[in-house]
C-alpha cells in the first residue's frame, strides 16, 4: 500500500513458483486453500490500525511475489495474536505463514533496523532488552537480587551464549545484514 | 498335427487332464510382423495340456471364430487360448464363439500379445521370449478354469421411493406411469419437501407452491402411487430385484381413510403450538395439518400438544374420523428397487417435535438477535401464505425493514463446519433479495459474499438483474455481527476484499444463506439400506461421473438432494433420472448376475470358531454377512467380484471365481520360470492400470520386454501371498497396478484397501532386505499409457541400478523370511519344499 497514483504491472520476473511451496514445506500446509474471504483481515487488531492486510499478504506470497513480500514491512506489522489463524474458514494457519516468511525475509537480508538492533544487543549482552537502570532500581524495590541470575550474573556463560550464537549462525545473520543491506 | 483324434471313450478315460487349444492370431501384421507366429506355434505344443494349436490371419472374423468352433468339435476341446488382443478389447467375442461350439464361456482365456507385447517392443528375441510366456501364463490359467453359469435372481416389478419431497414425487410419477406400482414414503404428515415452503422459484419467480402443488396432487391420485405418509422405515431386507421393507407407520389418531380434509375439527380445536413447517414463525392446532395443500390431506393430532377435550370428536361426529386409541403399525411390503429421495436440510432448521427445544444459537448472533433469521424463515416471511400473510417484519417490533443485510456461505465452505458450497444459496438469497426489494421498494439491500456463483440456465441473467436493481455487494465473509441492544438493529463488520479496507454496515433485518446439510436420519438410513456416505455426509454415488444415480448396491439408486445439495430442476432432473435407472431392472423379470463372485469355504472360515468378520469390514459392497458362530456367507446378488475379500481373509477361507488363488499362482510361476531375476511381475487392475498398459501398447510406446501382467479386476484382490510368492521365486520387481484414489476405483474402495495392505507388506520386504525400489504401488489410470511405459522404463533402469546380483543376494537373503507364510499355509508346492530345505 502506498499513495503513488502510478501503480505497476507485476512482470513474469516478480513471480517466483517456488516460494509457495517453500511456504508449505515450512508448515503452512493449507496456505493454497486460501479463496480471498477476507475474515483474517477483518479480524485483525493490528490490520484496524494500520495498512496491514494480511489477506493481500497471503495472496501476494500465493501469487509468488517473493521479493515485494519479504521486502514488504507490511510482514512485520503481525502481532501474531493467531485469531486470524482462529477464525479462517479454511484453517489456514495464517500466523505460521507469516513467520514462516520473517525467517526467510532475514535470511534474505531483509530485516527491520529495530530488530537488527535488538539482535545485536542480543549478541552483545545475552538479553535483548538488558538490565538497565530502571529496571535494577525496581528489582531494588520488590526486594529480588539487583544483578538477575542470567548472563548479566555469569559473565563467562555469556561467551558460551555468544558460542552459541555464532555455531548457530546468529551472528553471521547480522553482520550480512550490515555489509549490504537490501532495504 | 501332433495329437490324434482321441475315441469318445478315450475323453472319460483322461477326464481330468484338460484339453486345451491355442489359437494364435496374426492380426495382418500387427502380431506377425513383430513375433515369429511359427516358433510360437512350436511353443504353444509343447505346452502341458495343449492338444491343438492353430494359427489365424484375424481370429475375430468370421473365419477365425469358424475355426475355434471346428477345432473344438474336432478335437474335444474343454478350454481355448486365444493369443491375440487384449481381453478388454475381444473377450466377450471370444465367449460368445466358444459357446456357440457348446463350450462355457468361462473356460476361455485371453493372452495379450499384442497391446503387450507386438505393439510396444521391438523385434527380438526377448519379446519372443515375452510372447511365449504370455501365453504360457493364459494357458496355465486356462488349465484351472472351471465351467461357471450366470446367476439369475427374479425381479418384483414394484418400486419404491423414500422422500416424498419433488425430486421424490417426480422419480414415483415417472415410475408409475411406466406403469410400475410405486410406494412413495414419507416421513412427515405430508409430501412437498422444502420447495412446498418456499415462495417463488428461481430465476423465473415462479410460485413455489403453485407449480409443486399440481404434482403433489398428482402423485396423490395417480393409481399407481400408494403414498405411505408419516411413516418411518424399519429394516430393509434383501437384494436387487427382492428388496423386503418394513415400514412404521406412526399414529395420526386421525382414520386416513374416513377424513375429508374439511377441517371443522382444526376450527374448533382450543389449542395451538408452533409449525415447525412455518419455521415456528407460525402456530398450528393440536389436531391440524401442518399446510393447506397437504397431501395427503389427512389432520394429525399432535398428542404432545392435545388437551383431550374431545371437541374435534364431536365435530367430527358421524364420519367417525378420529381413533384416539390408534397404535403404530408396522407393513411390510415388497419391491424391486429402492429409490432414495430423502432430500436435505437447513442448518438452524426447526423439526417437528422439536418445538421444545431451545433456538439453536450459531453463526453471527442467530438464535441471540431477534433480526437475524435463517434464509427459509426469510422465505415463510415473504410467501403471501405464511404466517405474516407476506409482509416480511422484524421479529423485535414488527417494523418493516428499510435496510436488509444478505450474509451468504453461512456454514458453508467452512472448513470448521462444512466443507462444501452448498451449491444453491447464491440464487435463493439474490432470488430473496429481489423479492424483497419488490416487496417495499425503498429497502436497501447488502450482500456480503466470498464468490457468487451462477451456473445454471438463466442464472447469470439472474444475477445481472440483482446487480441492476442497486444491491450493494460486498466482497468479504464478515467476521462479526453485533447489536445495537436499543434499536435491536445490527452492525455487521467486514472487510471490502477489493478495496482492502474495513467496513460496517448497519442493517436491521439481516437474513443467513445458512448451509445445507444432510437430512437428519441420512446416517441412520444409509445403515439400513447398506449404502454408503461420502466426505461430506450425503449418500455415496456409485460413480462421480458415469452412475452419479445408482448405488454400490445394484437396485438402489439416488434422487436429488440427498447425494449432494441441488437446487429444484437439478432434483427434478435426478429424480427422472433415478425412476429410469430403476426401471432397466423393473423392465426385466429377471436380473444377471457375473459369475466371477467371491466364494467362502465354510471349512475353512474361522468365523465359525470366533468372532472374525475381516471379510465383511473390507468388502466395499455390504455383500458379507458373518453372524455369529456360523461361516460368513457372501450375497452373490450384492457381490461386484473384486476380490478384496479375497484377498483380506486371513484364513485363505474366500475364493474368487475366474480369478483363484491356484489361478493367480499358476500364472506368477509361469511368469517366472526364466529369468526370474530380470523381470517386474505387474498385478494390474482391469479397469484403470490394465487399461493404461493397453493404452501403451494401442500407443505403440516402447519399453523394455521384460515386464510380465497379470490382470485381476481390482487391486483389492491381489494378495500378499502373491508378492511373497513372486520375490521366493525371485523375482526383479513386483508392481501393483491401481486406480487413482481417492475416487477412481471401480469397487469404490477396493485400491483404498489394496492401499494399506501394501503399506504395511512393504515393511515386511524391507525386514526381509528387499530394495524398496524393488516394490512399486502405482495408481495408473486407463488413460495413462504413456505412464505406463515410462514407469517400466523407470523401474527396468532400478533393476540395472541395483544389479542382478545384488538382486539375487537380496531374494536369497530375504527368501527364509518372505516363504514363510507361504510354507505355514500350504501354499508350496512339495518338491519345492524339498529343495528349499536342502
Known sequence: MNDSISRETIENESIDPDFVERIVEAGADRIRTCIQCGTCSSVCPSGRRTAFRTRELMRKALLGLKEEVLSSPDLWLCATCLTCLERCP???????????????AVKEGFMLPQHRKVSKKLLQTGHAVPLDEANQEMRKELEIPEIPPTVHAHEDALDDVKEIMKRTGFDKLIQEEEGGEKE | MKDKQPEEDEIKLVGDKPRIGVFLCHCGSNIAGTLDIDELEEYAKSLDSVVYVKQNRYTCADPGQEEIRQGIKDYKLDKVVVAACSPRMHEPTFRVTVSEAGMNPFNFIMANIREHCSWCHEESGDSLQKAKEIIKMAVVKAALTVPLQKFEVPVTDKAMVIGGGVSGIHAALDLANMGYKTYLVERDESIGGHMAQLDKTFPTLDCSICIEGPKMVEAGRHPNIEIISFADIVHVDGYVGNFTVTIRKKPRYVIQDDCTGCGECSDVCPVEYPNAWEQNLGTRKAISVPFPQAVPLVYTINRDHCIECYKCVDVCGERQAIDFEQEPEEIEVEVGTITVATGFHTLYEPVRGGEFEAAQEGYYGYGRFENVVTALEAERLICAGGPTGGEVIRRSDGKHPKRVGFI????????????????????????????????????????????????????????????????????????????????????????????????????????????????????????????????????????????????????????????????????????????????????????????????????????????????????????????????????????????????????????????????????????????????????????????????????????????????????????????????????????????????????ITGNHIAYERFQRYRKVLEGAGISPERFLWKEISAAEGLIFAKTMKELNQKLNDIGIDRIKEENEKGRKRISAPLKRKGLIPVIEIAEEDE
Request: aromatic letters at 8%.
Open chain 2, 408 to 747: 451468504l456461505c453461512v456454514g458453508s465452505r467452512d472448513v470448521n463446519k462444512y466443507e462444501y458450497c452448498s451449491n444453491f444459496c447464491c440464487m435463493y438469497s439474490l432470488k430473496n433479495a429481489i423479492l424483497v426489494k419488490e416487496h417495499e421498494p425503498d429497502t436497501e439491500i447488502f450482500i456480503w459474499y466470498i464468490d457468487i456463483r451462477t451456473p445454471g440456465k438463466g442464472y447469470e441473467d439472474f444475477y445481472t438483474r440483482a446487480r441492476e436493481a442497486g444491491f450493494t455487494f460486498i466482497k468479504g465473509r464478515p467476521y462479526e455481527v453485533i447489536e445495537d441492544s436499543e434499536t435491536k438493529n445490527l452492525i455487521v463488520r467486514s472487510e471490502d476484499v477489493l478495496i482492502g479496507r474495513d467496513i460496517e454496515v448497519e442493517v436491521d433485518l439481516l437474513i443467513l444463506a445458512t448451509a445445507g446439510e444432510p437430512s437428519f436420519g441420512t446416517g441412520e438410513l444409509g445403515g439400513k439400506l447398506h449404502i454408503t456416505r461420502s466426505g461430506d455426509g450425503f449418500f455415496m454415488e456409485a460413480h462421480p461421473k458415469l452412475k452419479p444415480l445408482d448405488t454400490p448396491v445394484d437396485g438402489i439408486t439416488l434422487s436429488g438432494a440427498c447425494q449432494g445439495l441441488k437446487d429444484i430442476p437439478y432434483s427434478v432432473s435426478a429424480g427422472s433420472g433415478a425412476a429410469s435407472r430403476a426401471a432397466t431392472i423393473l423392465s426385466k423379470d429377471t436380473v444377471e448376475i457375473e459369475p466371477i463372485v467371491a466364494v467362502v469355504d465354510p471349512d475353512k472360515c474361522k468365523n465359525v470358531d470366533r468372532d472374525c468378520g475381516v471379510c465383511v469390514d473390507k468388502c466395499p459392497f455390504v455383500a458379507i454377512t458373518a453372524v455369529e458362530g456360523k461361516a460368513a456367507a457372501v450375497n452373490v446378488a450384492n457381490c461386484h467380484g473384486c476380490g478384496t475379500c479375497v484377498a483380506s481373509c486371513p484364513h485363505d477361507a474366500i475364493e474368487q471365481m475366474h480369478f483363484t488363488d491356484p489361478m493367480i499362482f499358476s500364472q506368477i510361476r509361469a511368469a517366472l520360470e526364466n529369468k526370474p531375476e530380470e523381470k517386474i511381475l505387474v498385478f494390474a487392475c482391469n479397469w484403470c492400470c490394465y487399461g493404461g498398459s493397453d493404452l501403451a501398447g494401442t500407443s505403440r510406446f516402447t519399453y523394455p520386454p521384460n515386464s510380465r501382467i497379470i490382470r485381476v479386476m481390482c487391486s483389492g484382490r491381489v494378495d500378499t501371498d502373491f508378492v511373497a510368492e513372486a520375490y521366493r521365486l525371485g523375482a526383479g520387481a513386483v508392481m501393483v497396478g491401481a486406480c487413482h484414489r481417492p475416487t477412481d476405483c471401480h469397487y
Open chain 1, 90 to 104: 479454511r484453517q489456514i494457519k495464517v500466523t505460521d505463514a507469516i513467520v514462516i516468511m520473517r525467517n526467510m
